[in-house]
């Protein structure tokens, strides 16, 4: 004889208004974030930093375009929405975070190019002088190393 569970009891009902997402709730979630996004452009000095506000820039735009393309889309006699009639919204968010990843990947190349002209001038050496005078001072002949640093920052 198979083993049956006991029936549970009737949930109870529970009324819950219904909410409805209208264009203006997407309109004010774009408005904040890209104010939240210009914010960090103008008040940050760091450069990762002023790159994060501008995605949260170019994500507000996104929000807008996607919005604007379903509530603005034809509806049919009945009132419904017709999905993917036109996608123009969605193509332009496609574009603009193609264009973000972009965006993010020269700027994040460009980090490790000023970085290291920082640090060599901060040092007064080329970085290859450095690794010459620390390999050479390694082996113990501090003269030659500081000769051979020496030689190396005449060729740079």
Known sequence: MPFKLPALPPA????????????SHYLLLAAILFGMGLFAVITRRHAVAVLLGIELMLNAANINLVAFSHYLSPRSSFGEVLYNTVLDGQIFALIVIALAACEAAVGLAIIPGSLSQFRRSQSGRSPKAQVVMIRELGTGNRERG????????EFR
Do not use: C, D
Request: charged share 15%; proline share 10%; aromatic share 4%.
């Open 12 to 23: 109870p009902e529970i009324y819950l208004p219904s909410i409805h997402v209208g264009l």
């Open 146 to 153: 500081m000769a051979t640093a020496k030689q190396s920052e």
